[in-house]
């Protein structure tokens, strides 16, 4: 069984293969084709966005406030009153 250090162990290392693939892309883009004629094609390029894109980028900051909020409950609700972290989880799991 996984432990939880192996997990986020997993986790970093494949952030940091996709950073450096993605750089390994643009440094391979640059080479063979050139800075300029990448302007010219980017800006030659005029397209309507897809209707997703605008939720692909709301999801991550909806995540965040729904975070904040959980820990907003922990930090107002639970621990001012006095009760404990497993009063918090089981209101969670409720």
Known sequence: MMSEQDIFSIVLFGLMANFFFS????VLINRNVGIM???KIVRGKKKVQPFYQIVLIIVPFAKAVHTLYRVYILQVYFLNQG????????????
């Open 23 to 26: 750089i390994m892309l643009g």
């Open 37 to 39: 004629e990448v302007v």
């Open 83 to 94: 009760k404990s972290y497993k009063d918090f989880l089981l209101y969670m799991m409720k």
